[in-house]
């Protein structure tokens, strides 16, 4: 027989291509048409297979294909003398986004920064490979950090800039000519801090006064602070609660050389002490910059 004719492509989706073709003139009574042979090869996609069937009809969909591929497709003819030449037509399955990024896992977690891997999502076919990855971090129940993203073409990134003691929520989409896959995600915590960013004004006085330090998460807020002075002629010491930056340091001798520590503590620990040196007078005052009576 004569090949098929009119070969063409009525739908081409992700995964399926449906052709029609129109019936070749039979020679005569004795070698009718009998059927086809469709078959469908891929190109340049080593992942993807080929396949054929034998069918009556003029037309058939072809199913279970790879997207971003493209296929030769073949059909034939068939009587008693044997197969037609082909008929064929080239064709691309749809674009589809690609499936998220594999194995997403915390490497490293600071105090200021977080460093994430993860695995390469496998690409359907040539005409859709991976282009790049977006990756997205958003913080949880902390309205001081704010979030961010970018696109990169690593499997990997270190997120900088965060804000300790506060949990964030990392977002990985692969990204290809069809747009974003769904995120691969993996929550983490930035580390307690233990040395906060004092800053601390004292006077020339018993009274001691400072500023509250920063908190930085919600996860390891100011707990208390310590106050030490020490004297030359023996030490005292005290406790304080939370909301407490002033403290009267009492029965000190006057004409007498002190050294005042003051420490803040939160659950990673204490913070770097803060160390003045300072005089009484025979008044009973002292001489401090920043700290007054």
């Known amino acids: 027989l004569e090949p ?8 081409a989706h992700t995964t399926s291509i449906k052709v029609t073709w129109s019936r070749p003139v039979a020679y005569g009574a004795l070698c009718p048409l009998d059927n086809y042979n469709i078959s469908w090869t891929p190109i340049d996609n080593s992942d993807a297979e080929g396949g054929s069937t034998v069918i009556q009809d003029e037309n058939h969909e072809i199913r279970d294909l790879i997207p971003c591929t493209n296929y030769s ?3 034939q003819a068939i009587n008693i003398a044997g197969s037609s030449n082909a008929a064929t037509v080239n064709v691309s399955t749809q674009n589809e986004v690609l499936e998220p990024p594999k194995g997403i896992v915390v490497d490293e977690a600071h105090t200021t920064s977080i460093k994430v891997t993860w695995s390469r999502p496998v690409a359907y076919g040539a005409l859709c490979p991976l282009d790049n990855y977006n990756i997205s971090w958003t913080p949880i129940d902390n309205s001081d950090a704010e979030g961010g993203s970018t696109v990169i073409q690593d499997e990997n990134h270190e997120i900088r800039d965060l804000i300790p003691c506060t949990n964030y929520s990392i977002n990985v989409q692969a990204i290809n000519i069809a747009g974003s896959s769904n995120a691969a995600t993996v929550n983490v915590s930035t580390q307690n801090e233990g040395d906060f960013n004092e ?3 004292q006077t020339t006085s018993i009274k001691v006064t400072w500023s ?9 807020p100011l707990e208390k602070y310590n106050i030490l002075w020490v004297p030359n002629d023996g030490e005292g ?6 909301k407490e930056e002033v403290y009267n340091i009492t029965n000190l001798v006057p004409c007498t050389a002190y050294t005042i520590h003051i420490q803040a503590l939160n659950t990673a620990g204490s913070s770097i002490t803060t160390i003045t040196d300072v005089q009484t007078v025979t008044e009973n005052k002292l001489f401090l910059k920043g700290i007054f009576a």
Request: contains cysteine.
């Open 4 to 11: 098929p004719k009119g070969i063409v492509v009525d739908e």
């Open 73 to 75: 497709i073949n059909v």
């Open 199 to 201: 800053n601390e004004t």
């Open 212 to 220: 509250r330090p920063t908190e930085h998460g919600p996860l390891c």
């Open 237 to 242: 010491s005290a406790e304080l609660g939370p």
